[in-house]
């Protein structure tokens, strides 16, 4: 168990550009979130899968935020036309679950910076 | 909407000392369930304990305890025989899926 993994761990980026990470779960893991942490917040949740179906998204994904998860494993998240504002961690976290409040196991996070 | 508080930005204990956080929230479902999470610095977040709101008896793990009021609405995090390791941001969650997490409380560990 490698634990959940996120690439790239940090990335810089002019404002307008276009960005995409990457979450890999634990393998046995079918539920997959993406949460975004701002200085000195807590994490927000942004959405989340169950296998390969994207079954919540909060009013933070903008439609310039788009996340997949193709096969039910890994995961992308993109963010395209890229704001100031967008500049934050992002957060993957995964966990096995069928229903109730499953442990969540979180990755280390992507930090991005929008200049 | 569900909302988690902590009101303690920041708060520091000696080493070996006893040390609790706060944490309140607020919801209208009846069963829920309740998490601290630990996020060393610059490392990522992990989980120290979780309450289900049906259980009457507080969780514990080993110098990590509850204290769970259900009326009040509290979930505060007791840590005994503090270490230098658990200096940490602290943050509270409630829910189901997802989570919903506080603002954190800064845990600083002195020896």
């Known amino acids: 168990d490698t634990g959940v993994s996120q690439d790239p761990r940090h990335k810089i980026t002019k404002r307008g550009q276009n960005v995409t990470f990457r979450c890999d779960p634990i393998s046995e893991h079918n539920r997959l979130y993406w949460y975004r942490q701002t200085l000195g917040q807590g994490p927000e949740f942004l959405t989340y899968f169950q296998n390969e179906a994207q079954l919540e998204k909060s009013r933070l994904l903008s439609d310039r935020f788009s996340a997949e998860r193709p096969k039910g494993s890994f995961s992308t998240l993109e963010i395209q036309r890229t704001e100031q504002g967008d500049s934050a961690m992002y957060l993957c976290?995964?966990?096995f679950g069928a229903g109730g409040a499953d442990t969540q196991y979180f990755g280390p996070g992507t930090r991005l910076t929008v200049l | 909407a569900q909302t988690v508080t902590q009101s303690q930005p920041e708060m520091s204990v000696q080493e070996a000392e006893t040390v609790t956080l706060s944490c309140t929230y607020d919801?209208?479902?009846?069963?829920?369930?309740l998490f601290w999470y630990k996020q060393p610095p610059s490392r990522q977040m992990i989980l120290v304990i979780r309450?289900?709101?049906?259980?009457?008896q507080n969780a514990t793990e080993n110098r990590f305890s509850v204290n769970f009021q259900k009326a009040a609405k509290s979930f505060s995090l007791k840590i005994s025989d503090s270490q230098l390791g658990d200096t940490a941001m602290y943050f509270c969650?409630?829910?189901?899926?997802?989570?919903?997490f506080g603002k954190g409380t800064r845990l600083s560990v002195i020896a």
């Open positions: 309450q289900e709101a049906y259980k009457q």
């Open positions: 976290a995964s966990s």
């Open positions: 969650a409630f829910g189901y899926t997802p989570l919903v």
């Open positions: 919801t209208s479902e009846s069963n829920y369930y």
